[in-house]
């Protein structure tokens, strides 16, 4: 069982940065890929980026790509999001999760543990 705890949401400008931080709780945290979703009012939750149980493969979703990076440092048990020239349309929920299998995909069915979200608000 692993538990995530997403932090590091807020209130952001336009062209501003934020870094998101998902800490996991037991000791296969290094065998998992991680990713971070989002979800907007009324929307689907989607894909933002995920990152492989190594850290050697990611993926992004094209919006965020060269704007967004995952990283994930497996001794202290944390992924990252750093997200910079953040835009209004960036505005959502942001989830961190957890996959099992250690391979790094874009769909949410795969993924086996989530948290409980951060709010990432970017004003105009």
């Known amino acids: 069982q692993v538990q995530l705890v997403e932090s590091g949401g807020g209130l952001v400008q336009a062209g501003g940065s934020l870094r998101l931080s998902c800490a996991a709780s037991?000791?296969?945290?290094?065998?998992?890929?991680m990713g971070w979703f989002r979800q907007a009012p009324g929307k689907e939750r989607e894909f933002v980026a995920g990152?492989?149980?190594?850290?050697?493969?990611?993926i992004y979703e094209d919006s965020v790509k060269g704007r967004f990076a995952i990283s994930r440092d497996n001794a202290k048990n944390t992924v990252y999001l750093q997200m910079n020239s953040l835009k209004p349309e960036d505005t959502a929920v942001y989830y961190c999760?957890?996959?099992?299998?250690?391979?790094?995909?874009?769909?949410?069915?795969?993924?086996?543990?989530w948290g409980q979200g951060t709010q990432v608000t970017v004003s105009s």
């Open positions: 990152i492989s149980w190594s850290g050697d493969s990611t």
């Open positions: 999760a957890a996959d099992e299998l250690g391979y790094v995909t874009t769909t949410p069915a795969t993924y086996d543990y």
């Open positions: 037991g000791r296969t945290f290094s065998r998992y890929a």
